[in-house]
């Protein structure tokens, strides 16, 4: 399973746009990029999952370059709500490590007013 | 579906006691999870299941720790006996995978467990 890295924190404003980067340099041929939002006292939420270059939802968006040894996920015009903890998760999501979800740090986003 | 449904949220309960914390899963999903949560340690996974048999139990700590899921619909997590650096939010998800795109997990509310 390929190790990921992120930003430990964030801060921004409400209406700004945010970007967390992640980072896995080992990332295998099978692997999709996942991402999770997990609000305080509560389990983590699907946010987006990606393969190569843009993928976008009513959510956010995320971003792989070519060599997808990173992604960057794009949240437009945060608000106070979207304070919370995001994960990136790297893995085989078809076969044999399908199951195999691992979270690493995350990075806690911090919105101000 | 009323998503992934846990119980209890809160268990309070004495060193050296026995827990079992229950979780039933989305029907239809083929997948199983549990994780505990704490600060140190962030977000770990326990064990996993697929079609009700465990794949992967190397997360789970100790031989304290027991996980079954007799069937598709049920599954139990238990920790005999009970000890206070066990106190975590534990957290059971589900899923249906090998569906291509978009297979995400869904979990519950968690089981926030204190040993005293």
């Known amino acids: 399973l390929a190790k990921t890295t992120q930003p430990i924190s964030m801060d921004s404003y409400e209406g700004q746009e945010v970007n967390i980067t992640c980072s896995h340099n080992?990332?295998?041929?099978?692997?999709?990029i996942t991402w999770y939002q997990q609000f305080p006292s509560q389990g983590p939420r699907f946010i987006i999952q990606g393969y190569k270059t843009k993928v976008t939802n009513e959510v956010a968006s995320l971003f792989i370059p070519a060599d997808r040894k990173s992604s960057t996920l794009s949240l437009p015009r945060v608000s106070l709500s979207d304070t919370a903890v995001y994960y990136c998760?790297?893995?085989?999501?078809?076969?044999?490590?399908?199951?195999?979800?691992?979270f690493g740090q995350g990075t806690e986003l911090s919105v101000k007013p | 579906d009323a998503g992934v449904i846990q119980s209890p949220r809160h268990e309070v309960t004495e060193m050296g006691q026995e827990v079992t914390l229950r979780c039933k899963p989305i029907?239809?999903?083929?997948?199983l999870f549990w994780y505990r949560q704490t600060m140190m340690r962030g977000l770990e996974l326990l064990i996993y299941f697929n079609n009700n048999v465990p794949i992967d139990d190397s997360g789970m700590p100790e031989d304290r720790f027991s996980a079954k899921m007799p069937n598709a619909s049920f599954s139990t997590l238990k920790i005999q006996p009970s000890e206070p650096r066990d106190s975590a939010v534990y957290f059971c998800a589900s899923s249906l995978f090998g569906q291509g795109l978009n297979t995400e997990a869904f979990f519950g509310q968690g089981t926030r467990l204190t040993v005293v």
């Open positions: 998760l790297v893995g085989d999501m078809l076969y044999n490590q399908g199951g195999k979800l691992i």
């Open positions: 029907s239809g999903h083929d997948y």
């Open positions: 080992n990332i295998a041929t099978n692997d999709y």
